[in-house]
């Protein structure tokens, strides 16, 4: 169950945490990975990590935000792996300004990363993937949310919880387009990670019902079922990977 031999994996933002844990549970399962990160360092360490364990995988730097880029980095994943990227995984979704705080004293200026990353970032990536999946008549895009995109919060972060909601509506729509191809897609929404920071932080953490973060590998075996062939009824949902948290 869930082999992923002969499939080709992009993951962003797989430099490091969440990203990393998706990677390597993607290429455990068999999957050829292109490791996307936006610092070159992270990819190829992630990259180095996967072929110890005795797994393939290349390092394909560049920034999502970037359509040019995001087209190229996808061409020398189908390349280097020798086929279309036919698993996409949108991990990337930190930007290096959060923009927290409450909405009212945001300046305009800083609206735009969180959602830039979260939303558009996600559509030059599958906008650059479909032509391949559609080639070979299977796809499996993974969307990773964030609680922050289902629930309204007051810890600061309505941009991020924009640019999140928006892509799980987007996905959503992918998923009905695409769903006769051989295509499916779905968004997992995160709660708290082991490695977050951020206001009011410690005050989730303690809310958490199975009493624990969330880890890479929690991330990763949910993605490693999502891109699953066993997968193919699943589509167009938005699962909560959050140790029991509420949404509301
Ligand atoms: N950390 C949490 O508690 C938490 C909670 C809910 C959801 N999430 C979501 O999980 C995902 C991963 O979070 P994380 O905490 O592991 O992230 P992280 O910040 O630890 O790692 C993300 C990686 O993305 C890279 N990156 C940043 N901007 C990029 C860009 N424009 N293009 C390509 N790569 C870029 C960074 O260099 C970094 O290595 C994100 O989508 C995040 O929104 C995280």
């Not at 930190?94 to 004293?105: A, L, N």
Request: hydrophobic share 40%; aromatic share 4%.
């Amino acid at each position: 169950m869930f082999d992923l031999t002969g499939h080709v994996a992009l993951v962003t933002g797989a430099g490091q945490n969440a990203g990393a844990g998706i990677a390597r549970a993607l290429a455990e399962q068999g999957a050829a990975v292109a490791v996307n990160d936006l610092r070159p360092e992270r990819a190829g360490a992630t990259c180095a990590e996967i072929e110890k364990a005795g797994r393939t995988a290349t390092p394909v730097p560049f920034d999502v935000t970037d359509l040019d880029a995001v087209r190229k980095g996808v061409a020398r994943a189908r390349d280097a792996l020798g086929g279309p990227v036919d698993i996409l995984v949108n991990n990337a979704g930190i930007p290096g300004d959060m923009g927290y705080g409450p909405f009212r004293d945001i300046e305009p200026g800083r609206w735009h990363g969180p959602v830039e990353i979260n939303l558009f970032g996600a559509m030059n990536c599958v906008h650059s993937v479909l032509p391949g999946m559609r080639e070979v008549s299977w796809g499996r895009i993974v969307q990773i949310s964030s609680g922050a995109g289902r629930t309204g919060l007051s810890i600061g972060v309505s941009l991020y919880g924009s640019g999140k909601s928006g892509v799980e509506g987007f996905i959503r729509h992918i998923s009905q387009e695409e769903a006769t191809a051989g295509i499916t897609a779905n968004t997992l929404a995160l709660g708290l990670m082991q490695s977050a920071g951020g206001p009011g932080v410690a005050d989730i953490a303690a809310g958490i019902p199975v009493g624990r973060l969330g880890r890479p590998e929690d991330v990763g075996a949910a993605v490693a079922f999502l891109a699953s062939p066993e997968a193919s009824w699943l589509t167009g949902q938005t699962i909560d990977l959050n140790g029991g948290s509420v949404t509301r």
